[in-house]
């Protein structure tokens, strides 16, 4: 199901190939709601120790409903967030997982899917030269390695993201300061990245959380088109979607469905 806020069309209206680009979260938003996310792909090989994926779990059965849990306070939920995932960052410097390790994990990607016609979508952009700028609190090895082993990670699209680095070919840290799901609207976007938007005005975001919203700062508010895939506890947070996005997805909206609503291929037809 798609839901339709009712000033969304002039929005939609006003967009072009010429000025506009994508700003989109990765896990459960360019991936498939039931797919697992670039922080799980090592526990769901055999390649790391039975305790690092019981520690993980751990960690995920305690933090996981907190994240989701509309009722707690943002302030409160974003220190819990970072605490996380200094936590599960710390368990890859535990358990001295090699990059070797990473690397093989990041060949057998079969846990994580598209979502359905992401990678069209993703292809059209490209053709179409639409920068997409992915916001990922997720492992930016593993989203880099997904698009790679998917033929898809064009020359328009850039990751911000957790890097793990690496210290004679073991895991010590990342890259930057960590992104989860609540500090996104803090990621300053690298000048090379910034250098590709100009004259460029008109954004469409992707996100799984209400928290994507703040991937673009509220003084482009109007110039955004917000997409929000729902996929959990649809019924409680059905309401607080449609606050906060322009368009709300449920039920594993496809991106065909998606493209459709923004007119992608009428706009694509007109323009030639």
């Known amino acids: 199901m798609i839901y339709l806020s009712k000033d969304v069309k ?160 073991v895991a010590s840290g990342v890259a930057e300061n960590i992104i989860h799901a609540l500090n996104k609207n803090e990621v300053s976007l690298p000048k090379n990245i910034m250098d590709k938007l100009i004259n460029r005005d008109r954004i469409i975001l992707l996100g799984d959380s209400i928290a994507d919203t703040k991937m673009v700062s509220d003084d482009k508010r109007e110039n955004t088109i917000r997409v929000g895939f729902l996929e959990e506890n649809v019924k409680d947070s059905f309401e607080s979607f449609k606050s906060n996005f322009d368009i709300v997805c449920t039920d594993n909206t496809a991106f065909d469905e998606l493209m459709h609503v923004l007119k992608i291929e009428e706009r694509k037809k007109c323009m030639k």
């Open 10 to 169: 002039s929005k939609i209206d006003s967009i072009d190939y010429s000025n506009l680009y994508i700003v989109t979260d990765f896990d459960r938003t360019v991936t498939v709601g039931s797919s697992s996310t670039s922080w799980s792909i090592l526990s769901k090989s055999n390649l790391v120790p039975k305790e690092y994926v019981k520690e993980r779990q751990e960690l995920f059965d305690y933090y996981r409903p907190i994240e989701i849990d509309l009722n707690i306070d943002v302030e409160t939920k974003n220190s819990l967030m970072a605490e996380w995932f200094r936590k599960h960052l710390d368990l890859f410097i535990k358990y001295r997982l090699s990059e070797e390790v990473i690397k093989k994990a990041a060949m057998d990607l079969n846990v994580m899917n598209f979502r359905g016609y992401a990678k069209d979508f993703l292809e059209k952009m490209h053709r179409e030269g639409i920068p997409v700028i992915i916001i990922s609190a997720g492992v930016g090895n593993f989203v880099e390695q997904f698009l790679i082993k998917n033929n898809c990670y064009f020359d328009n699209i850039y990751i911000v993201a957790n890097f793990i680095i690496f210290e004679n070919g």
